[in-house]
């Protein structure tokens, strides 16, 4: 299915500043082609390494179950695995 990012919502650390070695995850919140929102959990550092950014579009063709818990807003601790075809 198509999706459109329509916000990136970053972890805010305040004045302590990031944890060593922590990985940014990032809310990545898309809206599929029947206007229904979404909440995907995606590394940061693979949103630059894949140029997504608001306005973007992309094609989600495997969701795994753990993928469906997290895009229902559901706390899982393990960051996803999708098969994204960029469009």
Do not use: A
Request: glycine share 6%; net charge negative; charged share 30%.
């Amino acid at each position: 299915m198509r999706y459109k990012i329509v916000e990136i919502l970053e972890p805010d650390f305040g004045c302590e500043g990031r944890p060593d070695g922590y990985v940014q995850v990032d809310d990545v919140v898309v809206e599929d082609t029947l206007g229904t929102r979404h909440i995907l959990k995606m590394e940061d550092t693979k949103l630059y390494e894949l140029e997504l950014d608001v306005g973007s579009y992309l094609e989600i063709e495997k969701v795994d179950d753990l993928n469906w818990f997290k895009s229902q807003g559901q706390n899982v601790d393990s960051p996803c695995q999708m098969s994204i075809t960029l469009r």
